[in-house]
């Protein structure tokens, strides 16, 4: 089974502190991707990466960068956290072009 | 750009009634189906997939769905559903040959016992 994991399930920051999502996935994937789910909005695209070092801007990628040095790691940072950040984001996983495979997600608040 | 469209936001049912969420996509070439669930508390899972051959797909939990090319649609079935079935539930489409997934905004169903 593909297992995806994320680093915290529930995180509280301040505005203006730079926070730090982490997801390992260990089936080997070439592809991973940070989303943000919000209701009524379902899942936007922030980041995508399809290798190592590798990435793409996603749909709504202002206000985030994200780091890939290992092929099973893929982190988002949110450089200055601000409120409209907060959010559910989820971390996804896949293999080329096949289904997506997904963490629990981490709700993030900014207060 | 492309675009996933699911027609109800909201819908709600009693137990043993017939399931029928909507879907369709913009985009005209070759694409690859998914429909996608989330159980409250619970990760998004896969619920079923079409790629090619059999456009009549059946996945998990007694769900089927329909790929129509000419109507661009890709609708969710279930003939009787549970209690257990209350989720929340996503179509995402991508191009053949893109990596990336294309989500439509989801349908939260509700089941009355």
């Known amino acids: 089974d593909v297992k995806v994991t994320q680093s915290s399930r529930y995180l509280v920051k301040r505005t203006g502190e730079k926070v730090f999502l982490e997801c390992v996935q260990d089936?080997?994937?070439?592809?991973m991707f940070w989303y943000r789910q919000d209701p009524g909005l379902g899942l936007r695209l922030i980041y995508f990466?399809?290798?190592?070092?590798?990435?793409e801007k996603g749909d709504i990628p202002e206000g985030y960068s994200v780091s890939r040095e290992k092929k099973e790691r893929f982190s988002l940072i949110l450089e200055s956290a601000s409120t409209n950040q907060t959010s559910m984001y989820l971390c996804?996983?896949?293999?080329?072009?096949?289904?997506?495979?997904f963490g629990p997600g981490t709700r993030l608040t900014v207060t | 750009a492309q675009s996933v469209s699911q027609h109800n936001h909201h819908v709600i049912l009693s137990e043993a009634a017939s399931l029928e969420l909507g879907c369709n996509y913009s985009?005209?070439?070759?694409?690859?189906l998914f429909w996608y669930v989330q159980y409250p508390g619970q990760h998004l899972q896969l619920l079923l997939k079409?790629?090619?051959?059999?456009?009549l797909v059946k996945g998990i939990k007694g769900f089927e769905a329909e790929f129509i090319k000419s109507k661009f649609s890709f609708n969710l079935r279930k003939p009787s559903v549970q209690w257990s079935d209350t989720a929340e539930y996503f179509c995402?489409?991508?191009?053949?040959?893109?990596?990336?997934?294309?989500f439509g905004k989801g349908t939260r169903l509700h089941i009355l016992p």
């Open positions: 996804a996983s896949s293999l080329l072009t096949t289904e997506q495979y």
């Open positions: 089936m080997d994937h070439e592809n």
């Open positions: 990466s399809y290798d190592v070092k590798m990435k």
């Open positions: 985009y005209g070439g070759t694409v690859n």
């Open positions: 079409y790629f090619s051959g059999d456009p």
């Open positions: 995402a489409v991508n191009e053949n040959r893109d990596d990336k997934i294309i």
